[in-house]
């Protein structure tokens, strides 16, 4: 990247697969941008919606596995318009403590009640049901949020656990995938395909479409039922303008071209174990990811900041994570892993860590 006129590294962005400057999309978009023009022009609803986005909501739905997929114009306006279309004053939502802000957000706009469960820790969530169950009638809707991967830790969450108890207690589980989509399972189906899991076990699945796929928006997958509701019921979809259909083609040539060109996923993968290989035998302070989301935690703000700048005089951005994006005393350098970095790439950061870490 060039910033400031320097020209840095980059390993702090989410494309992950690094479609984002791909010859082959940027022709599509610029060739759908002469056939459709630059925007959309209304709702979804109205008519915002063209061939490309019926013909992209059927690609995803039957990429991810599911009968339906409904687009959105971005991930946040997803997840909120999912709580409240689905939930309403006296229903329940449990979420994860280290959720992402926009299913924190649904879930207080939606007029549930709100309960919020140990990081990944599925017994917590049973006693939560375990006290509802208690209290109130069972009738009532549950929902139950989770992140795929924790977007700070870059853990995955314990999705067959979860789908499990979720059944035994007759609650919907919705899994937002926006950082394992494209990037996990073999063929970079997401979390689902990485624990073998389908549509009984997590019957709402939601994803992003602005990381590892390349370009922007998001969309929700589930049956046709879950889907007519959404249309009907969530106003983020309703009220307000369709994503432009140069956006909605450029994702299905970067949607074909993950199906067909296995090395992006490759790469990544390989980077990935690199990184992390090149860490342990340096003794390098990184968590337990197995993921694109490599984080580094020095605990102090200030630290944190200075060993950011220090790297980005070195030649490399890394951006500082602080409260309260992420808890007090974890403050850290969220490093994120690309297809397009190089082991070079790689060698270069680490020995910067090294020296700036060591100090």
């Given at each position: 990247m060039k910033v400031d006129d320097r020209d840095v590294i980059s390993f702090c962005s989410n494309d992950y697969l690094g479609l984002a400057n791909h010859p082959q999309i940027k022709q599509a978009t610029i060739k759908a941008i002469n056939d459709f023009g630059v925007g959309s022009g209304s709702a979804h609803l109205v008519n915002g919606h063209s061939i490309v986005h019926h013909q992209l909501e059927e690609e995803l739905a039957e990429f991810s596995g599911y009968p339906r997929a409904l687009l959105f114009s971005t991930g946040y306006m997803a997840n909120l318009g999912l709580c409240q279309a689905l939930t309403a004053k006296g229903d329940y939502i449990f979420e994860d403590k280290l959720n992402h802000?926009?299913?924190?957000?649904?879930?207080?706009?939606?007029?549930?009640?709100?309960q919020r469960y140990l990081h990944?820790?599925?017994?917590?969530?049973?006693?939560?049901?375990?006290?509802?169950?208690?209290?109130?009638?069972?009738?009532?809707?549950k929902l139950v949020l989770?992140?795929?991967?924790?977007?700070?830790?870059?853990?995955?969450?314990?999705?067959?656990?979860?789908?499990?108890?979720?059944?035994?207690n007759n609650s919907w589980l919705m899994v937002d995938d926006a950082h394992g989509f494209g990037t996990l399972g073999e063929t970079?189906?997401?979390?689902?395909?990485?624990?073998?899991?389908?549509?009984?076990?997590?019957?709402?699945?939601?994803?992003?479409?602005?990381?590892?796929?390349?370009?922007?928006?998001?969309f929700i997958a589930g049956s046709d039922e879950l889907i007519e509701t959404i249309i009907q019921q969530a106003r983020t979809y309703i009220y307000t303008t369709a994503m432009p259909a140069a956006i909605a083609e450029a994702t299905r040539y970067s949607l074909n071209i993950i199906q067909n060109e296995s090395r992006h996923l490759n790469n990544l993968n390989n980077n990935i174990a690199y990184f992390k290989s090149c860490c342990t035998e340096?003794?390098?302070?990184?968590e337990n990811s197995e993921t694109a989301i490599q984080p580094m935690i020095i605990g102090d703000d200030k630290a944190a900041l200075q060993i950011s700048q220090d790297l980005f005089e070195s030649g490399f951005l890394v951006t500082a994570i602080r409260p309260p994006t992420v808890p007090e005393g974890t403050s850290r350098l969220r490093i994120t892993l690309s297809a397009k970095h190089t082991h070079d790439h790689i060698d270069q950061l680490i020995n910067a860590l090294r020296e700036l870490t060591s100090q």
């Open positions: 802000a926009s299913l924190i957000d649904g879930g207080l706009i939606s007029g549930a009640k709100m990944n820790d599925v017994s917590s969530l049973k006693q939560k049901f375990d006290k509802t169950h208690k209290d109130n009638n069972q009738d009532t809707n989770t992140d795929g991967v924790f977007s700070m830790d870059g853990d995955i969450a314990n999705l067959p656990k979860l789908s499990t108890l979720c059944k035994k970079g189906k997401g979390c689902l395909q990485h624990f073998s899991l389908g549509q009984k076990d997590v019957p709402i699945y939601m994803a992003t479409l602005g990381k590892a796929i390349g370009t922007a928006g998001a340096l003794e390098l302070p990184i």
